[in-house]
């Protein structure tokens, strides 16, 4: 299925990941935790494609994406960076096997903490967040994706790390085996992890050699 939906609005919320916001098509759904694939509808992008994670919520009159533009790249997120409303793009079917099961821990890197948005929402808003944590890993401060918003639905349970900056406010640690071991209570639970493909099935050999069982990783396999 592919459908034209236009951009409703846009916007930067760190200095380089941009909230989308676009067209909803009657009766289109999704999960928390979903995603689709998007082209920019414009000659010569409508057949180049790329993933990206629904940060709304499921309910909403519109479809929200909070998306990484890598302008070095000149591929696709370069392009959807200087879309305004207006612009329309090639939207296609919900898929994903990132969804809530339970309370557990989220593991998210850099862009991997956008399908974590739209579960932690969910779970705000119905009041079933509060035994869930969050750690989640960026390079500097300035990168971290809608801090405030992370903390105020998780209040001490938003643990943020950085990996490149010294006068850093927030932890430095690598989420590794070292800081696993120290901050996760309880191995039994389900674990959530988004990132960079690396990361993600670093920290899951991880996380089973410490004791979590296989079927209570949650990640894009």
Known sequence: METI???ISTEY???DVKRLRLEKPEGYVFEPGQA???SV??????DKRSPFTFTSLTDAPYLEFTIKIYAEHQGVTNELGKLVAGDELVLRESW???EYKGPGYFI???AGITPFLAIFRQLSREGKIAENKLFYSNKTDEDIILADELRSMLGENAHFTTSRQKD???DQRRIDETFLKAEVDD???HFYICGPDPMVLAIAETLEKLGAHADSLVFEK
């Open 5 to 7: 939906v236009k951009v």
């Open 13 to 15: 919320v760190t200095h």
């Open 36 to 38: 689709t694939e998007l």
């Open 41 to 46: 509808n414009k000659a010569g992008w409508e």
């Open 96 to 98: 994903g096997a990132i």
């Open 108 to 110: 998210a890197g850099g």
């Open 168 to 170: 850093s406010l927030h």
């Open 187 to 189: 191995f039994k639970k």
